[in-house]
């Protein structure tokens, strides 16, 4: 049997989920919440919290939506109605593209 290979990240995204992590810890600790209640609203383990307010690429992304939503964390917008008017935008951006993408293989003709 193959090894596994290691899954790696870029750094913008480690830095980016470290951020996130950040922000959710600083969030939980403004409305001075223990790791054990907000493990508690969100269903998981205080383990799984941990690895999540330290940026582990492994936690599902969900996870970390829902605990940011949970402890005030704005992710793209102050409201609903803000991410609503945001996802309309981009649907409306969606739709003037082609369905689907394909690859293109043209090769030049450069003998003469």
Do not use: C, N
């Not at 750094?11 to 989920?17: D, P, Q």
């Not at 919290?49 to 829902?66: C, I, N, S, T």
């Amino acid at each position: 049997m193959p090894a596994k290979r290691k899954r790696t990240y870029a750094r913008y995204t480690l830095e980016s989920l470290a951020l996130l992590g950040k922000m959710i810890r600083l969030g939980r600790k403004q409305r001075k919440m223990t790791e054990r209640e907000l493990a508690e609203r969100l269903g998981v383990a205080r383990s799984t919290l941990q690895r999540m307010e330290k940026g582990d690429p492994k936690v599902e992304v969900g996870l970390m939506f829902e605990a940011a939503a949970i402890v005030g964390v704005k992710l793209f917008d102050a409201d609903e109605k803000g991410i609503a008017a945001l996802t309309s935008r981009t649907d409306d951006w969606i739709a003037l593209l082609p369905k689907h993408v394909y690859k293109t293989e043209k090769r030049v003709k450069d003998e003469f």
